[in-house]
């Protein structure tokens, strides 16, 4: 393993677990924090979670689950070539989707309307809420115990409000301090695997055509450095060719960028970086330019497709009337949530926000099936 640059995150500077455990024989923290993630039943759910194409339209889709894993490749060729602590950029990239609700972003909006008095939704927390409760699999403590550093990469986002309540991991969304470079890689790589999936994933759905994206000119150069390259190349061929290109080029740019940026400001240590008033880990501002046009190109022609848009639409109702049919009738939940309920004892907030846990762990096609069995009459079992 390439040695770890002095701003990386080691071991021996680690703010450690919340619980305190023995460190593990021959694996490092964050490798342990990996292998958590991994066997988590969470994790195992993201195979049937989605993020634009609902799970049973098709198996060549990206699921969650092989979004995560590009994530986490994405994330670990640039840790290493920048000496980054690559087995916390893993652990980071495998969990940071873990609080996904059924069908992506339509169920977030849904579920963050039906939780509008009682705290909201926001998907980033329910990924640390997930790790630090709601998985039960260890005798000593709830959740996974994860490393702070892990749990810090995970919160990418949080409102000032959430963040209050969050102690030392909620700070630096309140005096807009940074964190870790792995978090921080993490984050874009997050950015580049989706941009460059949702264009691979609705050129093979048919919802976008070449032709509309060349529009934007990052996919235009690339293509057409691609066309140059084998002008006999046609069909799924030209468009691997230009996804990896893409991948490539912005990855590169990524790189270049933030090893430039760190020998600028000569970081020391990771709290230099966490200390520093600016992300380090940054696209040229070229780059970002395209990438913010690739974006909001993908917003007008794919998620907002009609197709694309019904899909939305039925999920979201799908979404509210399980967490209304819930909190309004308690007894329809599963035993063990339904004690969960009356063992903590406490008011409508927080029968809302257990009804939104049962509801935004649910894979899309088991928040369908639910559906049909609390709805038709033609499925009562
Ligand atoms: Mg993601």
Redesign the pocket.
């Known amino acids: 393993m390439t040695p770890l640059a002095p701003y990386a995150v080691s071991e021996a500077t680690s703010r450690g677990r919340t619980h305190d455990e023995d460190g593990p024989a021959y694996r490092s923290a964050f490798q342990r924090d990996r292998d958590r993630i991994i066997h988590s039943a969470a994790f195992r759910r993201l195979e049937y979670k989605t993020q634009v194409f609902v799970n049973h339209e098709g198996d060549m889709f990206r699921t969650r689950l092989t979004?995560?894993i590009e994530?986490a490749q994405i994330s670990r060729t640039i840790a290493r070539a920048l000496g980054l602590n690559e087995d916390l950029v893993e652990a980071i990239a495998l969990a940071?989707?873990l609080g996904h609700t059924p069908f992506g972003h339509a169920g977030q909006n849904a579920l963050n309307a039906c939780m509008h008095d009682y705290g909201g939704f926001e998907h980033n927390l329910q990924s640390l809420r997930v790790v630090d409760l709601l998985e039960v699999r260890y005798a000593s403590f709830p959740g996974l115990n994860l490393t702070y550093e892990t749990r810090e990469g995970i919160l990418k986002h949080c409102s000032r409000a959430n963040a209050r309540g969050l102690g030392p991991l909620g700070e630096r969304f309140l005096n807009g301090s940074q964190p870790s470079l792995e978090a921080q890689v993490a984050n874009l790589a997050?950015e580049i695997a989706?941009n460059n999936h949702d264009v691979d994933d609705g050129l093979r759905a048919g919802l976008l055509e070449i032709d509309t994206l060349t529009a934007a000119e990052f996919f235009r150069e690339q293509y057409e450095t691609v066309r140059a390259r084998w002008p006999a190349l046609v069909g799924r061929r030209i468009v691997h060719e230009t996804i990896r290109a893409m991948i490539n080029r912005q990855a590169t740019d990524l790189l270049d960028t933030s090893r430039a940026a760190i020998d600028a400001v000569g970081p020391e240590s990771v709290d230099d970086v966490r200390g520093h008033r600016m992300a380090l880990i940054r696209f040229s501002a070229p780059m970002l330019e395209q990438h913010r046009a690739l974006k909001q190109l993908l917003r007008q022609k794919l998620y907002r497709h009609y197709r694309v848009f019904r899909m939305s639409m039925k999920a979201q109702r799908i979404v509210k009337d399980l967490f209304d049919a819930f909190f309004n009738t308690p007894r329809a939940l599963p035993h063990d949530t339904q004690r969960r309920i009356e063992e903590r004892g406490g008011g409508e907030s927080e029968r809302a926000r257990l009804v939104a846990d049962y509801v935004a762990g649910m894979t899309d096609r088991f928040a369908i099936a639910e559906y049909r069995r609390l709805f038709t009459a033609d499925a009562l079992t």
């Open positions: 979004h995560s994530v940071h989707d997050d989706y």
